[in-house]
């Protein structure tokens, strides 16, 4: 698979995408990934894991200097996370959208947080930022021979 290092432009394009422990714990992952599926994102990687701290401080590597770093930690390594990889058209800035804001409390209804939490400590999913942090978060979580390479036959309709 040639995900990583080519075609990352387009209907190339990649983001990583995660079910936090509380959103695995609630029973939200079947819901979550119908929405991207819904709306023509293709999936090319998916697994449960336990993410361990050391993987977490290199994935949340920019915030270690905020007060509620320790506590991000903890959370994230409380239970195990849905680690997904989808592919599509501007699949970056849009599941950024389709997730809310940051703080559920900001985050209309229809959007993922605005529909399913209320603190910013549990706000049960986590979307790549930019092409460059889906490039860098993709090989941290996952290997190539995790990613799929498939033809959906779908394509030619969304
Ligand atoms: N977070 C928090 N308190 C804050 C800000 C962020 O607990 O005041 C957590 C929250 O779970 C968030 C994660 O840290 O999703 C990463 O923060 P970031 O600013 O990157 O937000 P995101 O990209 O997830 O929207
Ligand atoms: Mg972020």
Not at 22 to 45: A, H, T
Not at 50 to 79: C, Q, V
Not at 87 to 99: E, N
Not at 105 to 112: F, K, Q
Request: charged letters at 25%.
């Amino acid at each position: 698979a040639q995900i990583l290092k080519s075609g990352w432009t387009g209907a190339n394009e990649c983001t990583f995408i995660a079910v936090k422990p509380d959103g695995v714990q609630r029973k939200l992952v079947g819901e979550i990934v119908r929405r991207f599926e819904r709306r023509g994102f293709k999936l090319v990687g998916l697994k449960l894991v336990k993410a361990s701290e050391n993987l977490l401080r290199e994935h949340y590597w920019d915030l270690r200097t905020k007060p509620f770093f320790s506590g991000l930690i903890m959370y994230m390594s409380s239970g195990p996370v849905i680690a997904m990889v989808w592919q599509g058209s501007d699949v970056v800035k849009t599941v950024r959208k389709m997730l809310g804001e940051t703080n559920p409390a900001d985050s209309l209804p229809g959007t993922i947080r605005g529909d399913y939490c209320v603190e910013v400590g549990r706000n049960v999913i986590h979307g790549s930022d930019s092409v460059e942090s889906a490039q860098k978060e993709i090989a941290l979580w996952f290997g190539q021979s995790e990613l799929q390479r498939w033809e959906q036959s779908s394509s030619r309709w969304i």
